[in-house]
């Protein structure tokens, strides 16, 4: 089978050097490589021209429209029987050709997804939110796992789509806002069989600081709103969980802010508000140390996890008021 990768890059000419160095590294020989610059400012151009006698690559530049345009950018360029989709911030592992092509030849799949994992070499940060966006305590529970909820949606860091699947679907109608869940959910609904292939992991890197990762989950919390304008009934009640929480966290905050300086008394609900969070806590350090081998790693875990489930449910909750309540476009 003939591999299409495509990449969408924007500004981060670092990240697409460590990308397509892991990419020289495959054990599976038949792809090709085209990495679409969406308009950057900072140009990969230079680093991309230096893989050029390592890899089979095409390298193009055009007007920023965001990764989903982007992506169909590629498509329409691609020349392999499958087409590829990762994110700018991924390293692949050196079998992960193989492993796909080995799966797709046993099972017949349209489009796939994989999971994601830490690769040793992140920073204790990078593991710990790897950690928040995979734990099964979290939002983990309906993504990318062998033990996800419901219908398996794959996410365009790690997804790949026949060229039939093309052909007839098309691309990404979204360019941003939960575009590889609004595709999923077209190709399932064409009749194309998704599935999850397990073993195609990629290390994702996602974001250096906590800071730059609760505005990404704050865009992914707005980002289930807007694929429920399209599609009603993909909002599951398990969707609410993050703002659910959040709402209970500021609850829990206020209660104990209430109590310890002005005198206002409701110790029963308190101190049971209390527990369930500290129990909460405990069992996400617990099973982050399990999962890391590293208190330090668990310890921010924990922190992860909160500003996850927090920024999610804010931008969840920010939209829905706007989009479903008030009926903004």
Not at 8 to 22: C, K, M, S, V
Not at 25 to 35: I, K, M, N, T
Not at 215 to 236: M, T, W
Request: charge should be positive; aromatic fraction near 16%; charged fraction near 20%.
């Amino acid at each position: 089978m003939f591999f299409s990768i495509i990449i969408p890059l924007y500004n981060r000419p670092q990240e697409i050097d460590e990308l397509l160095f892991t990419l020289v590294q495959q054990g599976y020989p038949e792809f090709e490589v085209l990495v679409i610059e969406d308009g950057s400012t900072n140009s990969a151009g230079k680093i991309v021209e230096s893989y050029r006698d390592k890899l089979n690559l095409r390298y193009f530049f055009k007007p920023n429209e965001g990764q989903g345009f982007s992506r169909n950018f590629g498509f329409e360029r691609a020349k392999g029987d499958y087409f590829i989709v990762f994110d700018s911030d991924c390293l692949i592992p050196a079998n992960y050709l193989q492993l796909v092509n080995d799966y797709l030849s046993l099972h017949k799949l349209d489009a796939y997804g994989g999971p994601d994992a830490a690769h040793a070499s992140f920073t204790p940060i990078q593991k710990a939110i790897s950690y928040s966006m995979t734990s099964p305590l979290t939002t983990g529970g309906i993504r990318g796992n062998k033990k996800h909820i419901g219908q398996f949606h794959p996410r365009s860091f790690n997804m790949g789509v026949s060229r039939e699947v093309w052909e007839a679907v098309g691309g990404y109608k979204l360019t941003r806002l939960g575009e590889d869940i609004e595709y999923s959910i077209r190709i399932q609904r064409a009749g194309f069989k998704i599935g999850l292939i397990p073993e195609a992991i990629v290390y994702h890197k996602r974001r250096t600081d906590f800071s730059q990762f609760y505005k990404q989950l704050h865009f992914f919390g707005r980002a289930r709103i807007n694929i429920y304008k399209h599609f009603p009934l993909e909002l599951k009640l398990v969707h609410f969980f993050p703002a659910l929480f959040t709402l209970f966290l500021i609850f829990t905050v206020a209660l104990n802010f209430l109590q310890g300086f002005i005198l206002f008394r409701i110790p029963l609900v308190t101190w049971c508000c209390n527990f369930l969070l500290g129990v909460y806590v405990l069992l996400l350090f617990f099973h982050a140390w399990s999962q890391s081998k590293s208190l330090r790693v668990a310890g921010l875990g924990v922190v992860a996890a909160m500003i996850q489930l927090t920024a999610y449910g804010l931008g969840f909750m920010q939209d829905f008021w706007k989009k479903v309540i008030l009926n903004k476009k």
